[in-house]
């Protein structure tokens, strides 16, 4: 098995292509051992390539089609890509398709889709449950979950909807080889990761370390004028195209309007600038791959697999949330080149800022509470009924009901959420711990 998969990374990647380190333990361990296992690997180190491989080979084996769960679109939108030059059919069903849903469900109902990837907030959609859950989860051949640390809330990149993967886990016919992966996970999260997966987990960790990477620290925090000129001289003296990230919208904005004025070719991209702008997320993310843009200044929104191998800097106008995300998001440069400019320079208000984004990170008790009360009081509610009992914005009570569903205290019957454990809290302690 092993000379012909080398013989399929010559064909697509160069006759002088070899597995790195662990790639091939991983793949053999997913379709020989049908194992549980968690790969903790540097970004650029190939995590994709084990998942393509073992899913081509498992496809020839006559397994069912791969499960891929992933947190952001850009990085489906590069994934569908990568695993056509792998002979894999490969789609998605996401918020920004509806238009394709009913194509590709067609596929995945009659075995013709090699790989289906889906964000952890499909799992909670009321038609995905319905329609297509029931039977796709006793044919799924291999289910990878993609930037895995997002299932554990001592994760850099907790997001609630991750824990609904519990219930995959449990649905899975016995033996379906099951993969994490993830380039940021300390031993917390991955004793966390492993207490989910399953006690037989079997996690391959490697190094760490990118040469490639020239990290640069301006110690001392300077005022918005100072790192505004000191941003244009950067790129003035950089060649190729990166990234400035930015903590908040506003500053994405405001970074970006700079950088116009000076006669680079800038834009903002953040969350919602589809809605705010003329922009596009897809076609700002082909633009930076095309470098037909000197920077795309952008908040945490372009993360998690972007990949550009060319990219030659990640400049910092502010400070990031941890050293676990600046890890992650500095990832995104020098995969394919010799050297890239890793700059990281912050402001007086920086700490305030993260620490608005700890403080928030999760609900507050009363807020929990005055949900379960509203609930408990009023029977089955739109999310926009129970707005007018929590006094919180819709951003949070969001977050609210996600965590009560979470947690199995709530549910959602169509368009309503039904209380269904009036007693029953989230763990408030750890949230304290967590966030402390």
Same mark, same amino acid.
Request: glycine share 6%.
């Given at each position: 098995m092993r000379?012909?998969?080398?013989e399929?990374?010559?064909?697509?990647l160069?006759?002088?292509?070899?597995?790195?380190d662990?790639?091939? /333990?991983?793949?053999?361990?997913?379709?020989s051992?049908r !194992?549980r296992?968690?790969?903790?690997?540097?970004?650029g180190w @190939?995590?994709?390539?084990?998942?393509?491989i073992? $899913?081509?080979?498992?496809?020839?084996?006559r397994?069912g089609?791969t499960l891929?769960?992933?947190p952001?679109?850009?990085?489906?939108?590069n994934?569908i890509?990568?695993?056509a030059?792998?002979?894999?059919?490969?789609d998605t069903? #996401?918020?920004?398709n509806?238009e &394709?849903h &009913?194509r590709?469900?067609?596929?995945?109902?009659t075995g013709?889709?090699d790989?289906?990837?889906i964000?952890?907030?499909?799992?909670?959609?009321?038609?995905? !449950?319905?329609d297509i859950?029931?039977?796709?989860?006793?044919?799924i051949?291999?289910?990878?979950?993609?930037?895995?640390?997002?299932i554990?809330?001592?994760?850099?990149?907790?997001?609630?909807?991750y +824990?609904r993967?519990?219930?995959v886990l449990?649905?899975?016919?016995?033996?379906?080889?099951?993969?994490?992966?993830?380039?940021t996970?300390?031993d917390?999260?991955?004793?966390d990761?492993?207490?989910?997966l399953?006690a037989?987990? #079997?996690v391959?960790? @490697?190094?760490?370390?990118?040469?490639?990477?020239?990290l640069?620290?301006?110690?001392?925090?300077?005022d918005?004028a100072?790192?505004?000129?000191?941003l244009?001289?950067?790129? #003035?003296?950089i060649p190729?195209?990166g990234i400035?990230?930015c903590?908040?919208?506003?500053?994405? +904005?405001?970074?970006?309007e700079?950088? !116009?004025? =000076?006669?680079?070719?800038?834009?903002p991209?953040?969350?919602?600038?589809?809605? &705010?702008?003329d922009?596009?997320?897809?076609e700002?993310?082909?633009?930076l791959?095309?470098?037909e843009?000197?920077?795309?200044?952008?908040?945490?929104a372009?993360?998690?697999g972007?990949d550009?191998?060319?990219?030659?800097?990640?400049?910092?106008?502010?400070?990031?949330?941890s050293?676990?995300?600046?890890?992650?998001?500095?990832?995104?440069?020098?995969?394919?080149?010799d050297?890239?400019?890793?700059?990281?320079?912050? @402001?007086d208000g920086?700490?305030?800022?993260?620490?608005?984004?700890i403080? $928030?990170?999760?609900?507050?008790?009363e807020?929990?509470?005055?949900?379960? $009360?509203?609930?408990a !009081?009023?029977?089955p509610?739109t999310q926009? /009924?129970?707005?007018r009992?929590?006094?919180v914005?819709r951003?949070?009570?969001?977050?609210?009901?996600?965590?009560?569903?979470?947690?199995?205290?709530?549910?959602?019957r169509?368009s309503?959420?039904?209380l269904?454990a009036?007693?029953?809290?989230p763990?408030?302690?750890?949230w304290? =711990?967590?966030?402390?």
């Amino acid at each position: 098995m092993r000379a012909t998969v080398e013989e399929w990374l010559r064909e697509i990647l160069g006759a002088g292509a070899q597995f790195r380190d662990g790639q091939w /333990e991983a793949i053999e361990a997913l379709v020989s051992h049908r !194992q549980r296992i968690l790969v903790v690997q540097r970004t650029g180190w @190939g995590k994709s390539l084990v998942y393509f491989i073992a $899913t081509r080979l498992l496809r020839q084996q006559r397994m069912g089609t791969t499960l891929l769960i992933s947190p952001l679109l850009s990085l489906m939108r590069n994934q569908i890509q990568a695993a056509a030059d792998w002979g894999l059919r490969a789609d998605t069903i #996401n918020s920004s398709n509806r238009e &394709e849903h &009913e194509r590709v469900e067609r596929l995945l109902l009659t075995g013709k889709l090699d790989l289906l990837l889906i964000s952890p907030e499909r799992l909670a959609n009321d038609q995905f !449950q319905r329609d297509i859950w029931p039977a796709f989860s006793q044919r799924i051949g291999l289910l990878v979950i993609d930037e895995a640390h997002c299932i554990s809330d001592w994760g850099h990149d907790f997001r609630p909807n991750y +824990r609904r993967i519990m219930r995959v886990l449990d649905d899975l016919r016995p033996a379906t080889p099951v993969l994490g992966t993830t380039a940021t996970a300390n031993d917390r999260v991955v004793a966390d990761v492993a207490e989910i997966l399953g006690a037989n987990l #079997n996690v391959q960790r @490697g190094p760490l370390t990118r040469d490639s990477l020239r990290l640069y620290v301006y110690p001392e925090p300077r005022d918005h004028a100072y790192r505004l000129t000191l941003l244009s001289h950067l790129l #003035n003296n950089i060649p190729g195209s990166g990234i400035v990230y930015c903590t908040t919208t506003r500053d994405c +904005r405001f970074v970006a309007e700079w950088l !116009q004025q =000076q006669g680079f070719n800038a834009k903002p991209y953040y969350a919602d600038v589809e809605e &705010e702008t003329d922009e596009n997320r897809v076609e700002l993310e082909q633009q930076l791959l095309r470098n037909e843009v000197k920077a795309l200044v952008a908040s945490v929104a372009l993360g998690m697999g972007f990949d550009k191998p060319d990219l030659h800097f990640v400049i910092h106008y502010q400070l990031p949330g941890s050293i676990i995300s600046y890890y992650q998001q500095i990832g995104r440069a020098g995969r394919g080149i010799d050297q890239a400019h890793i700059i990281l320079m912050h @402001g007086d208000g920086d700490e305030d800022i993260q620490r608005h984004f700890i403080e $928030t990170a999760f609900p507050q008790p009363e807020h929990i509470e005055a949900a379960i $009360t509203a609930l408990a !009081q009023s029977g089955p509610v739109t999310q926009t /009924e129970l707005q007018r009992f929590v006094n919180v914005n819709r951003s949070m009570l969001d977050k609210i009901l996600t965590h009560l569903e979470v947690e199995k205290i709530i549910e959602k019957r169509k368009s309503d959420y039904v209380l269904v454990a009036e007693n029953a809290r989230p763990d408030f302690a750890r949230w304290q =711990q967590v966030t402390q």
